[in-house]
């Protein structure tokens, strides 16, 4: 039976109206994820993950309401009466934000949404470029792929894992991005249902406002096309490349170099398979599905297996993805600089 003590403290807290049931969101790893509708309107609460520091959401708020100001759709974190962006209840911090319109997807109903995601993202990086911001609050080395090979190289695998730690632990290094690469602020988790689309397949909203960060447009990318081309445990090539053609729609793609594109899509792939690992360690940190799996160690094997599944099946068909990929760059180049 689940467990709703807190819905009463918080509908009080943040005046949020007379709640119907509320309705559990299953598709996050990380938060404790419901919508609500009441008498006052529709919205999302999320009980914080323990390991991310409540300044996280004024972090948010904060990019949150100056993206919103330059017309681009994201949601607004709500203020209890005395001003408070959290409720601390049954030893947990929880927040409420607005519900935009919209429907999200787990996987991309055709290329066109792609598209749109795309152009969305292109939008968003050329808004960010303009913008400086000193974060509060950062998720431990999030995207530092260095140190988290480092944390994984100290563990002593089990024979259960030991194959998948030598895997990464071995090919990891030879991924790592050249130094140098230009950094602005970017989203940090550009999953596809963190987009949301009208029922014409119109972009109307990018939600998820945790890991926004400075780091550069390869990674960003790198997360967003691993992301928008899996099906399973392969990659669909004709998907990256609707995604980054949305993308140059905006004038962003001619500064990237197609190479570097892949090996960050490489990349993260395997960075979030030692993150898999890590917590098959730790056992702590993702949510997982007790339904198909007997524990949360079982879950987060399953899920480094595929990530290096999908690293396999990319490396093998990078040499058929970086043409078209080097077509679209030159024909931006080109519109860039006639």
């Known amino acids: 039976m689940l467990d709703l003590t807190w819905l ?3 509908v009080q807290h943040f005046q ?17 994820t419901w919508k609500l509708n009441t008498s006052e309107g529709s919205f999302i609460a999320q009980r914080l993950h323990p390991r991310l520091d409540p300044a996280v959401t004024e972090d948010g708020q904060a990019v949150g309401q100056w993206l919103r100001q330059q017309g681009f759709p ?11 962006l959290h409720l601390s209840w049954a030893e947990g911090l929880w927040r409420v934000m607005e519900c935009l319109p919209g429907s999200s997807h787990s996987t991309p109903p055709d290329g066109s949404y792609l598209e749109e995601a795309g152009a969305a993202v292109g939008r968003l990086h050329r808004l960010l ?6 974060f509060r609050f950062q998720i431990p080395h999030f995207h530092d792929t260095a140190h988290l090979w480092q944390q994984l190289r100290q563990r002593d695998p089990a024979p259960e894992v030991r194959a998948e730690w030598q895997f990464l632990i071995e090919t990891v290094p030879h ?12 989203h940090g988790d550009l999953k596809f249902n963190n987009f949301l689309f009208d029922e ?13 960060m400075y780091h550069n447009l390869y990674v960003e990318l790198g997360d967003a096309l691993r992301s ?21 729609q905006t004038g962003n793609l001619h500064t990237l ?32 599905d007790p339904q198909r799996y007997p524990s949360r160690k079982a879950h987060n094997l399953a899920r480094c297996q595929q990530q290096i599944c999908l690293y396999q099946d990319l490396t093998q068909m990078a040499p058929q993805l970086l043409e078209p990929m080097r077509a679209l760059v030159a024909a931006a180049r080109e519109l860039a600089f006639g």
């Open 16 to 32: 949020l109206g007379d709640p119907d049931p509320p309705e559990a969101i299953r598709v996050g790893l990380i938060h404790q």
């Open 175 to 186: 991924l790592l991005l050249p130094s140098g690469i230009p950094t602005q602020i970017i």
């Open 8 to 10: 009463d403290p918080l």
């Open 257 to 288: 170099q197609p190479e570097l594109i892949i090996q960050g899509i490489q990349l993260i792939t395997l960075e979030l398979g030692i993150r898999f690992l890590q917590d098959w360690f730790e056992d702590c940190y993702w949510n997982w």
């Open 129 to 134: 470029a303009q913008w400086q911001y000193r």
């Open 74 to 84: 994201v949601p607004q974190f709500r203020r209890a009466r005395d001003g408070s």
């Open 228 to 248: 928008w081309g899996k099906r399973g445990n392969t990659f669909q090539p004709k998907a990256i490349l609707a995604g980054l053609r949305g993308y140059a």
């Open 200 to 212: 014409q397949g119109q972009f109307v909203g990018l939600v998820d406002l945790d890991t926004f």
